[in-house]
């Protein structure tokens, strides 16, 4: 585990620590608090390798470093509450605290338990083979509350089983049955639980954040709010161009449903035209309609006309012969 400063440090090496610490904090973007505890030294040393490229952890005393932010001329800086954490220490980066808290949290390994931990999620034991023989394993996967059996000389997991809820303590016992099992529960990785930046100070809640699920919602936003200004007719740089040639289509289709002889459109109006007589011609059953009956209906009907002509005529003539009699 990571080990305190030791306690003997003279009053130059402690003005010192507190002048290196009031520098960092003044010249870096973002001051963080780290809580080490329980971090492996090893461990540590590994990830301060891995991260040196965009942070920089340094750690001390905690009477030192609240001494350095309560000293430091950064306003608000003294808003980080180093009570946040079981053993503080610094990081510093020029990173903004979003991006720097994703950056330790892909840092972070698993590790197995020992005992005594505090199970950071539900830790599930999955159905299938153990690969572990018959025996007092048996009886402990039982105790444990899964549903277990022996076959083929090896204790098979029948059904998936949660034997750990998040948050609830890790004995030694249960510590010795995951590592059977091959189960890592644990995370090792640094511990970001404040963050200062812009003036303001970001809770480990502000910064873990789903950055792709939040991604998406603002790509789903943005397209949203283009579609509402091109359909509301708000023109600006980004909705000009498509509401010209949204109307621009819409008065083409309006020319073409219309049959108006626009050279724009006249293809497709006659093209349109075309489409409807033939839709038009199939409608109709031409077959059915006896083409010699309707010419003989039109010559009778011809014939009567003709007929209703010379009666007409016939009766003006005898009018005008009465007439001259008397």
């Given at each position: 585990?990571?080990?305190p ?5 003279s009053?130059?090496?402690k003005e ?19 809580d080490?505890h ?11 390798k ?15 470093m609240?001494?350095?932010?309560e000293?430091?001329?950064?306003d ?23 991006q720097?808290f994703?950056l ?6 698993s ?11 539900d ?11 018959p025996?007092?394993m048996?009886?402990k996967l039982?105790?444990a509350?899964?549903?277990?059996q ?19 303590e890790?004995?030694?016992?249960d510590?010795d ?16 639980k404040?963050a ?5 100070v ?6 873990d954040?789903?950055t792709?699920?939040y ?7 943005a ?18 161009s498509t ?7 819409n008065a ?6 219309e049959g ?14 075309a489409?409807?007589s033939?839709?038009?011609?199939s ?8 083409l010699?009956e ?10 009567s006309?003709?007929?209703?002509d ?10 005008e ?5 008397e």
């Open positions: 585990m990571v080990q400063t030791p306690k003997q440090m009053r130059e090496e010192a620590k507190v002048e290196e610490f009031q520098e960092n904090i003044e010249n870096f973007d973002v001051v963080g608090v780290l080490m329980s971090l492996p030294a090893r461990q540590l040393q590994d990830i301060k891995e991260m040196k490229e965009f942070a920089t952890v340094r750690m001390s005393r905690k009477t030192l609240d001494l350095a932010l000293n430091s001329d950064r608000g800086v003294d808003q980080l509450d180093l009570n946040e954490a079981v053993q503080p220490a610094f990081i510093f980066s020029e990173k903004d605290p979003f720097l994703s330790i949290k892909k840092n972070k390994t590790a197995a338990a020992q005992g005594g931990e505090i199970a950071p999620t830790i599930e034991v999955d159905e299938g083979d153990t690969g572990i023989g025996g007092p048996l009886g039982q105790q509350g899964l549903q277990v022996v076959d083929d000389g090896s204790i098979h997991v029948t059904k998936s089983g949660v034997i750990i809820e998040q948050g609830e890790i004995t030694r016992e510590a049955l995951l590592n059977q099992l091959g189960i890592e529960p644990l995370e090792i990785g640094l511990d970001l404040l200062f930046a812009q003036d303001q970001f809770t480990r809640e502000d910064l954040i789903d792709e699920a991604r998406k919602d603002v790509e789903a936003a397209i949203r709010s283009f579609n509402l200004a091109v359909n509301a007719g708000v023109i600006n740089d980004r909705t000009a509401i010209v040639s949204k109307a621009v289509q083409k289709n309006l020319a073409i449903s108006l002889p626009v050279k724009e459109t006249i293809k497709e109006a006659l093209a349109l035209a489409s409807s033939r839709g038009l011609e409608q109709l059953d031409l077959e059915d309609v006896d010699d309707a010419e003989d209906d039109e010559s009778e009907a011809e014939e006309e003709e007929e209703s010379d009666s007409e005529d016939e009766s003006e003539d005898e009018s012969e009465e007439a001259d009699e």
